[in-house]
């Protein structure tokens, strides 16, 4: 059964940090490309950030441009998300995803979702 587990979400303060762990049971993990969503209350589920199979290429949300870092560990089967000086708008439930195909852009297109972390950023 494939799952994607997420965890590490919780309580921060504005201008901390927080990293997210997605582990990944696919079969397909190593070859897939992998991506962070959020939704918060009342809001669509939007795109924050995407990473191609080896690493090597990433792409960011404007929104988190420059203070979200995604990264993975193959051999681990695990994508992170390094959140650094967050915001209150950053408050939502943060969902990994896996998709065989290459976009990494805001049109990333799962093929599976994980079943969300939330994050909580005060002020």
């Known amino acids: 059964q494939v799952q994607l587990v997420e965890s590490g979400g919780g309580l921060v303060q504005a201008g901390g940090s927080l990293r997210l762990s997605c582990a990944a049971s696919?079969?397909?993990?190593?070859?897939?490309?992998m991506a962070w969503f959020r939704q918060a209350p009342g809001k669509e589920r939007e795109f924050v950030a995407a990473?191609?199979?080896?690493?090597?290429?990433?792409y960011y949300a404007n929104s988190v441009k420059g203070r979200f870092t995604i990264s993975r560990d193959n051999a681990k089967n695990t994508v992170y998300l390094q959140m650094n000086n967050p915001k209150p708008e950053d408050t939502a439930v943060y969902y990994c995803?896996?998709?065989?195909?290459?976009?990494?852009?805001?049109?990333?297109?799962?093929?599976?979702w994980g079943q969300g972390t939330q994050v909580t950023v005060s002020s």
């Open positions: 696919t079969r397909t993990f190593s070859s897939d490309a």
């Open positions: 995803a896996e998709s065989a195909r290459p976009v990494l852009s805001s049109s990333f297109v799962p093929d599976y």
């Open positions: 990473i191609s199979w080896s690493g090597s290429s990433t």
